[in-house]
């Protein structure tokens, strides 16, 4: 079982950063990747990155390629999305989840956080 805590939402103008911060609480996370998500109002949950937790293997959807990047701190049980060049259109609720596959799906993430508000002004 896993616990998920994420931090570091605002409001941001468009051209901004922001880095959002999941920590994640479990007896081990090594059979675990961690994935971003996120849901604009009216829209389906979105798959924006994952990281392997035991090997650091990271990979991005296209929309943020670029511009957002997930990392991890093996000593403080936490993965980051550092989001550069944000635009409006990354407005959402993000959130950070757990799998113990490798996938983009949000069915098959078991355990999620309660979610970090991100606006980014035009």
């Known amino acids: 079982q896993a616990q998920l805590v994420e931090s570091g939402g605002g409001l941001v103008q468009a051209g901004g950063s922001l880095r959002l911060s999941c920590a994640a609480s479990?007896?081990?996370?090594?059979?675990?990747?961690i994935g971003w998500f996120r849901q604009a109002p009216g829209k389906d949950r979105e798959f924006v990155a994952r990281?392997?937790?035991?090997?650091?293997?990271?990979y991005h959807t296209n929309s943020v390629k670029g511009r957002f990047r997930i990392s991890r701190d093996y000593a403080k049980n936490t993965v980051y999305l550092q989001m550069n060049d944000l635009k409006p259109e990354d407005t959402a609720v993000y959130y950070c989840?757990?799998?113990?596959?490798?996938?983009?799906?949000?069915?098959?993430?078991?355990?999620w956080g309660q979610g970090t508000q991100v606006t980014v002004s035009s």
């Open positions: 989840a757990a799998s113990s596959t490798l996938s983009t799906m949000p069915s098959d993430y078991t355990y």
């Open positions: 479990a007896r081990s996370l090594s059979t675990y990747s």
């Open positions: 990281i392997l937790w035991s090997s650091g293997l990271t």
